[in-house]
Nanobody, 119 residues
Framework: QVRLVQSGGGLVQPGGSLKLSCTAS????????MAWYRQAPGKQRELVAQ???????VYSDSVKGRFSISRDYNNNMLYLQMNDLEPEDSAVYYC?????????????WGQGTQVTVSS
């Protein structure tokens, strides 16, 4: 069983910073990609940032230059550093992992963490 546990998030003023963390545990033979998604009320879940093979990174246009995704290979951890936050960044953020388990290719989601940007 694979489990993703998130931490971080909370309330921050516009222009502030937050860092999200995600720890993957369980039987993952290999990880193809890790990503952060977010979902605001009344909106679809959207990709925020993705890291493939630990090298290639992809960001949504709305967060480019403000957010940074990184991965700790040794500890199967994923991070999202969010700077210069805007009210439009308020959403529930989800960690996502696409990998291979003993049962075959699978994907997994974290429990979600609320980020609120407000003065």
């Amino acid at each position: 069983q694979v489990r993703l546990v998130q931490s971080g998030g909370g309330l921050v003023q516009p222009g502030g910073s937050l860092k999200l963390s995600c720890t993957a545990s369980g039987s993952i033979a290999s990880i193809y990609s890790m990503a952060w998604y977010r979902q605001a009320p009344g909106k679809q879940r959207e990709l925020v940032a993705q890291i493939n093979g630990g090298i290639q990174t992809v960001y949504s246009d709305s967060v480019k230059g403000r957010f940074s995704i990184s991965r700790d290979y040794n500890n199967n951890m994923l991070y999202l550093q969010m700077n210069d936050l805007e009210p439009e960044d308020s959403a529930v953020y989800y960690c996502y992992v696409d990998g291979m388990t003993e049962l075959g290719p699978s994907d997994f989601w974290g429990q979600g963490t609320q980020v609120t940007v407000s003065s």
